[in-house]
């Protein structure tokens, strides 16, 4: 905690809004009533949340060194900042950035910060937003006045608000869209930033803006609330989509409004806002996001009511009333490449990672970073680069880089070689190395796998093995998340990998689940499934195998999304069978560890017997049964057998219930609704079955899956199914793996 | 003086490969190897010139770090000091010489990574109570000639960084 702490505020006095100001003032008397026991841990929660003030992984107090779990003797261990959140355990800060727009003098902050507080790295997030982690609780006033002071805040970047407006980053200089959105995501996010309609929510909400239908800068279609700018009749308007998110379960934005005038668009999204608050779902946060009230109220309802509601709304005079968003313009005159350098490194950088902007003579270029990082020399030196070429035009991504806007062409050598200085001058933005990783094991309290360290291991190896330089393979997107929540992005890259875990005879090897065909571009157009889980250790060799077949087998200009679907996902799945075993603890024990962190991945009080590496239980088989169940699901979707798809799906889980009471002795008779009841009570009621995260949220979708079992259903239902089926499996998997420490009943 | 860095710098940079030291540090955790409540460690080996591998702790980090382009051991010490300038100065030195000293014999590095002895930078993590101006170098001035007898002391005067001192033993 830094010593400093309690001057800054006189320090910064002037220099920050008044209301960010009080703001934090109130924030630090919370975290001072706090320390005296005046508020409740879990009120405690939301307001730091609310503020962007998050846990982090082992904050319980607990870590598993590789030999025990141990405890983390933090000096005052009974104080918490949340339930089961110590005070003293760090934290990770989030930093709103609206549609990502930055400048030269908050880089430097930014910088300072992660110097003084953090761990001397910003990160930059798959929403737009900077994350520094390693954070006291008792630092974040002082962090949320440095930042305030130059006009970011913190407020509402985590907890169950609006949260970061993210878009596109091209908006203003892009070729193909409609009109640039920056203006009214940035209104968007002040008109709702504090709003008292947003403020009752019973889960998080996002939005994102796209100047186009076409290039995957915003993916508006995984938001919860999605515009896509549109011209008709020379009027401005948005193509709105509503309901969309990844998650657990992805579900696909529903089409609310092919045109919505520009002046239409804060009401709407006020109106939304009212209707979520009041319909949405409150105590079970599983089933709170928008998506979830859109598919249940059906979207001509969902619609109905947004717009009565949007008819009963008393004006207000800020709907049309533009804030105040300084318009850009370049440093030095647009002017084209005059002398190339034309060395290796240069050729390929400007081919990966420069972008002609629609205003000739000027490029946008893309900053790439190696898994979202960079540091605090990094980031002054940017602002300086920032200065030198362009007015502090600079923005984030979510591909986890920056861009600068505004280049003057004939400045790209002298900038590659700036760039090139400050180690920032990697080449491939956008392509299979510029891979997307959310934090997963490294800093996420809900990580099950390695998705930094799986990341930078394949970044390195694909540019080792040259396999990038193959433009069928170059194109390709690569994104990984930790663990089933999606913040890797993984349902929608070429080759999507989450983390989940398969015991092996007493042993928890980390592994991958393999998505392939989700669709990027057409702003996330559509989602991938997944064909079967690996071992982290051999992800990179299933990326080789896979791509090297695509190169082999394309058909002209074949994309990877038409090849998956035209050799289907019974060969996709064959085609990486044997990569799916795993040996033996004693055969092999580095499978039991993951990317970059050698502890065992295992709990390592377990004994390890003489015949433990052969044995493989019956319950192994039955689940590894389920798995195949839940992928024949998928194979009869993909030949469009819809009941069949649901049937199998549906069998699946029940059969991943069963295998468990099995397993624990628990006798049941065979029938559909004794497995359920009998799951039910030794399970669910129990909670034995309950992640520690996600709580009963899987044994809901079986639950569910059970009542629902003789309705009809249409293909993106079956297709949720599907993705329930997977993620209830793995719960099983992981159940099975907890109770694995305990003594079966006999 | 409080937030003091020390960082000690590697002979042979180039036989030094960074990643190494994750597995000694997990070590570290799991044997108390140097003072203080260890929390975990994070990984930054793929950023150029960056934190490199750092061992996360409640009191001080401790770091096999490149920044600046130059390998070294970096300690940071995040919690309240409560000696003098003097002390807190060699309280920190001595750690981060021990950590050194156990880094080198570490199996991963042995033979490859050597610490030298001639030179170490100190840093004063906060700008508010540190600034990097004259004021705070006729501060600590006293300080640092009292605990580095015998070395040459150069300050960073770029107003952007933190105050840092590179002192080198002639």
């Known amino acids: ?202 889960r998080k909400f996002k939005i994102a803006f796209s100047g186009c239908e076409t290039n995957p800068c915003a993916l508006v279609r995984i938001h919860d609330l999605g515009c896509v700018a549109q011209v008709r009749d020379g009027k401005r308007g948005f193509k709105v989509y509503v309901g969309g998110g990844l998650g657990t379960v992805p579900y696909q934005a529903k089409l609310f409004d092919e045109f919505l005038p520009v002046e239409e668009l804060l009401p709407l999204a006020q109106a939304m806002a009212r209707v979520f608050a009041r319909l949405g779902e409150k105590k079970n946060r599983n089933a709170a996001r928008m998506k979830f009230l859109v598919v249940k109220l059906g979207l001509e309802e969902f619609k109905r009511l947004v717009l009565e509601e949007r008819a009963a709304l008393p004006t207000d005079p800020r ?81 986890q880089n920056i861009v600068l806007r505004w280049v ?33 094991t490294d800093t996420c309290k809900l990580g099950i796998s390695s998705s930094r360290g799986l990341a930078g291991e394949l970044r390195e190896r694909l540019a080792e093995n040259g396999a990038a330089a193959d433009d069928a393979i170059r194109q390709l997107r690569i994104k990984i998340s930790g663990c089933f929540n999606s913040c890797g992005q993984h349902h929608i890259a070429d080759l999507g990998f989450y983390g989940v875990s398969r015991n092996k005879s007493g042993f928890a090897a980390p592994h991958f689940q393999v998505v392939l065909g989700g669709q990027w571009t057409e702003n996330a157009g559509s989602y991938g499934l997944a064909i079967g889980a690996v071992p982290s250790k051999r992800i990179p060799a299933t990326v080789t195998r896979i791509t090297a077949r695509y190169v082999q087998e394309r058909q002209s200009s074949e994309t990877f999304q038409a090849y998956i679907r035209r050799i289907g996902k019974a060969e996709c799945k064959l085609m990486i069978q044997d990569l799916t075993e795993v040996p033996p603890y004693t055969t092999d024990p580095s499978f039991y560890s993951d990317w970059h962190d050698p502890r065992v991945f295992t709990l390592g009080d377990m004994g390890i017997g003489e015949c433990a590496g052969e044995v493989i239980s019956a319950i192994d088989f039955q689940l590894t049964a389920c798995e195949r169940e839940a992928f024949e699901a998928q194979l009869a979707l993909e030949k469009k057998d819809v009941s069949q798809a649901a049937k199998l799906a549906y069998e699946s889980m029940l059969h991943g219930a069963a295998a468990l009471l099995t397993w624990r002795k628990l006798g049941y008779d065979h029938t559909p609704d004794a497995i359920v009841e009998r799951f039910r009570e030794q399970f669910f009621d129990t909670q034995v079955f309950f992640d520690p995260f996600a709580g009963g949220k899987f044994a809901q979708y079986f639950f569910r899956a059970h009542e629902r079992r003789n309705e009809a259903r249409g293909e993106e239902s079956a297709h949720r199914l599907i993705e329930e089926a997977q993620l209830f499996i793995e719960a099983c998997h992981s159940c099975y793996a907890r109770l694995s420490l305990q003594p079966a009943k006999v | 003086m409080q937030h003091i860095h020390i960082k000690l710098f590697a002979e042979s940079p180039a036989a030094v490969r960074l990643a190494d030291a994750i597995p000694v540090f997990h070590r570290w955790i799991q044997t108390s190897a140097v003072p203080g409540l260890l929390i975990d460690v994070a990984d930054y080996s793929h950023v150029i010139n960056g934190p490199g591998v750092v061992l996360i702790g409640h009191e001080a980090y401790y770091s096999l770090d490149a920044a600046k382009g130059r390998l070294g051991l970096l300690y940071q010490r995040k919690a309240k000091a409560d000696g003098d300038a003097a002390e807190n100065l060699r309280d920190a030195l001595k750690t981060a010489q021990a950590a050194a000293a156990l880094l080198e014999h570490e199996p991963e590095f042995a033979g490859k990574l050597r610490f030298r002895q001639d030179q170490v930078a100190v840093t ?31 300050r960073n005067e770029n107003p952007r960084e933190l105050f840092e001192v590179l002192a080198t033993r002639a």
């Open chain 1, 1 to 202: 905690m830094k010593q400093s702490n309690p001057h800054w505020k006189e320090r910064l006095a002037g220099q920050i809004p008044p209301l960010l100001a009080s703001e934090i003032d109130i924030f630090e008397n919370e975290i001072a009533l706090r320390l005296t026991g005046k508020i409740d841990e879990k009120v405690f929660a939301e307001t730091r949340l609310r503020r962007g003030a998050y846990g982090q992984r082992y904050d319980n107090g607990q870590r598993n060194d590789g030999i025990e779990a141990r405890k983390l003797a933090y000096g005052r261990a009974d104080l918490t900042k949340g339930p089961n959140t110590l005070w003293d355990a760090p934290g990770m800060q989030r930093i709103k950035i609206p549609f990502g727009g930055l400048n030269a003098t908050q880089l430097e902050v930014l910088a300072e910060l992660a110097e003084e507080y953090s761990d001397g790295i910003a990160h930059i997030t798959t929403r737009q937003d900077v994350q520094l982690h390693f954070i006291h609780i008792e630092d974040t006033p002082s962090v949320m006045r440095r930042l305030a002071a130059v006009g970011i805040t913190t407020r509402e970047a985590c907890g169950n608000t609006v949260r970061n407006v993210t878009s596109c980053p091209l908006g203003g200089v892009c070729r193909d869209e409609a009109f640039d959105v920056t203006p009214y995501a940035h209104d968007c996010a002040q008109f709702l930033l504090g709003h008292p309609d947003t403020q009752d929510f019973g």
């Open chain 1, 319 to 399: 709907w049309t009333t533009p804030a105040v968003l300084p318009e850009e313009s370049p440093l030095h005159p647009g002017a084209l490449l005059q002398i190339d350098p034309a060395t290796p490194g240069f050729t390929t950088w400007k081919s990966d990672n420069v972008y002609q902007q629609r205003q000739e003579g000027y490029a946008t270029v893309t900053v790439a970073l190696p898994l979202g990082d960079l540091t605090a020399d990094q980031l002054r030196g940017l602002a300086d680069i920032a200065r030198a070429y362009v007015k502090e035009t600079i923005r984030t991504t979510v591909e």
């Open chain 1, 408 to 440: 003057s062409e004939s400045d790209l050598p002298a900038l590659y070689d700036a760039l090139s200085a400050l180690g920032l001058n990697a080449a491939g933005a956008g392509t299979i190395v510029d891979i997307t990783a959310c934090p997963g």
């Open chain 2, 124 to 154: 004063l993590n906060d700008r508010l109570l540190h600034p990097n101006n004259d004021e705070t170098w006729a501060a600590v001035e006293p300080a640092l000639r009292a605990v580095l007898d015998g070395y040459t002391l150069v």
